[in-house]
């Protein structure tokens, strides 16, 4: 067996940690900002990652995926959100689920950033360049992710709150099958695909390919590709 390659492994962990860390203490503190305190209350509005930290999702699937498939995919706890309590439920609720995506569209806009600042001052080592490059992607990733219209993801929030009580309320109810529903379309779809001789990986199609897009156009137009 080959020997596990700790630097290689924090270059893609440490990323998501933060990255996921950052997306559900957004959706905590913009539900606090809007009247729902739950979140405060199970001490999750904190950018402290140990309390947004999920055993299985942070730490072993991604270190899972690292060593048998090569790439880096997790996610933290959900922040409890009680929509009732917000000061305009339906507006509101748009804003607490977009507030996710939205801070991994920041943290891959920073990354960016701080890529071409040094690059003009020639400082960071390579690694944090390759760590950097990761947080682009993974963010990227993430915000497409979340923004799938597939309950109880964020974009089906999004939706929720846009679309009349009679569709939003059965719409939402969905949630409690959206784990079933996504280890479908994840894992079970693309191996059926392969038994099949067809190509059936909508994952990489709608999340790794456009997240790889945006971060190869967001470099450009830096000047770094």
Known sequence: MDK???VQ???FAVPVLIAITLHEAAHGFVALHYGDDTAKRAGRVTLNPLKHIDLFGTIILPLLLY?????VFGYAKPVPVNFSALKHPKRDMIWVAAAGPGMNVFLACVSG?????FALTGGGAQWVGQMLLVSILMN????LFNMLPIPPLDGSKVLAGLLPDALAIPYLRLGRFGFIILIGLIILLPLLGRQMGQTLDLFGTVVWRPAAYLTQTFLSALGLR
Not at 67 to 71: E, K, L, M, S, V
Not at 113 to 117: N, P, S, V
Not at 140 to 143: I, K, S, T
């Open 4 to 6: 596990i390659d700790w």
């Open 9 to 11: 492994i924090a270059i």
């Open 67 to 71: 060593i048998t498939a090569g790439f």
């Open 113 to 117: 950033l701080l890529i071409w600042i």
């Open 140 to 143: 990227f990733a993430l915000a």
